[in-house]
């Protein structure tokens, strides 16, 4: 550890209280620590079974001869409808990259939907045409259904649960533990677009932007990443609610590895940039719904990035970092002025209902 | 078909009108005419494919060499705690079961909370300290899982998705179109107990009662029975939400065949009596979280029964019915006094989120 870092850690050693809590608020849906504790605390705890320890996006277990990938998200984003996406497509996108980021090839979603009296039934179809469109679009089908009405005032409209499967190729093990000293962090482009096109538009918030979200479903790419590199592919995360940083966080922990990001090497589109700081938010925790972080070997890191720059999805595709023996489960910047910073998971939201 | 079923139908044979509607209401939540109405108009129509096409309670995937079920259920249920169960139990057992009336035999659940700012995090972890019991007792880990919380005011405290997925074994296919006339309608206990026991507590509707819910997992129950008769179980289904009435109209619909039920062989404990009789209600469309109906050759119904009989979740097993290849799609029961009337799917909703 360098005498930088240690600085840095030391300066920033003592987090905020987050235990205490006698009720849910907003930030133990934000991504961050008290999303975190609240996991440890509270789920982790009561449901601990060796499929769910590694706490990824999703759980693989064995069927038979092969491997089965399973991921669940329930999508509660406010408002429904914002540039570049809606509460349908993003519960599609949003599942199938969870799928993609265990190195599954996403076969089938389920659609749980929870709807409050009163929604207008001609939204309620525009938001299942668009998801519809968006299953087709991914090629994955929503094979099954369930439908609940709750009264007026104790829901929001509509939430969509999305669960999905998928099959992991054999070969392919995919997890957070696998980063390693040496992997270098791609990232596979820009990073905010999905959180500050939501914000744009959010009631008591909006805002003139240009910034469409970018959600999207990133299956197609990762399964030329896995075509290319194959088992060399250590960790994929797509950083959503949190952002990167919040996803940086969660796989340097599950890894017990260190994880060095360069500020300089971040992609951040000039209007996300701009709204980050008119909003005085850092685009290292705003939430991306189209993009996916990978964790190679250094020595396999230009191939992966040419195959992400390949992609449509992925032409701007960045290396921002490296994995190091120093600070473990730590994310540490280095800045643009060569200072060195830790990136900590947020005590508490940033951003609520993001997804 | 006969003349006293010929005119039973005519004099119900207008049904109310459901369209119509620009807003979602409570009924479209109810399990009855206006659920089915929501589904086909904008759900299957949308997401047309053909796993979705039986519209049973679950899919069925070919992986691999092997099949899997998968299904999703969101959890409403209010109150959240009821004699008998609550709202985590009543998610694992409400999912393991859809699981079992596939056929399957369950290997995973994932959960999907919504939290409402402000609910007690004592209460939470009983809610889930329970879910996590169900799933213990059941054999079947939760293996992901993933927490989004909504404003005060926009949500009611707790809503559960789980969605499951399960292993088909060779030589099984259980499908609502698979019942055939001559099958027999088997029921694995008494109807009505688990409406019954949340409208006992319910907010503005409590009342004097010593009913339980019989929410419970089958699937231990239906593997015995398909051990016993393997291909010859045609159906299965659990008759939740809108009840054994609903349940059997959608099979009786599937199948396009008709479903004759004897009033008299209905198994309804005396207080479930007494209290439908109370409140106006048919026992016939209340709810049950652990009970199954099976459909079954005639050959074989007494061994199914026996199966049913000598498993502690079915010692009041009954047989209730049969098909017959009369009134297609509809069910028809023949009353003490020898009537007959056509059981017919409500038109709103009876019990707004019994499940």
Known sequence: ???????????????????GYAHIVLGHGGGGRLTQRLVDDVFA?????????????????????????ISTDTFVVTPRW??????????????????????????????????EEGLALDELERLVDSMAAAARDAGVP????????VDRGRGDGVFVNTTGVGVVPDGITIAPARAAPGDVVLVSGTLGDHGIAVLSVRDGMGFESAVRSDSAALH????????????????????TRGGAASALNEIARSAAAGVAIDEASL?????????CELLGLDPLYVANEGKLLAFVPAARADEALAVLR????????ARIGHVVADHPGRVVLRSRIGGRRIVDLLSGEQLPRIC
Chains 1, 2 share one sequence.
């Open 310 to 317: 390949a992609h449509p999805l992925g032409r701007a595709a």
């Open 142 to 149: 929503v094979v099954t259904g369930d439908t609940k009405v």
């Open 82 to 115: 914002f540039p570049g996406g809606d509460l349908g497509s993003l519960a599609v996108h949003g599942t199938v990259n969870d799928l993609a980021m265990c190195g599954a090839r996403p076969i089938a979603l389920t659609a749980g939907f929870v709807l």
């Open 1 to 19: 550890m360098s005498a930088g870092v240690r600085d840095a850690a030391a300066g920033l050693a003592c987090p905020r209280p987050v235990s």
């Open 220 to 239: 197609g790419m990762v399964g030329a990443l896995l075509a290319a590199l194959g088992g060399d592919v250590h960790v994929l995360r797509d950083p």
């Open 267 to 275: 992609p951040v589109a000039a209007p996300v940039q701009a709204a």
């Open 45 to 69: 705890r009561a449901f601990a079974n060796p499929a769910l320890a590694p706490l990824h996006d999703g759980a693989v277990l064995r069927v038979g001869a092969g491997r089965i990938a």
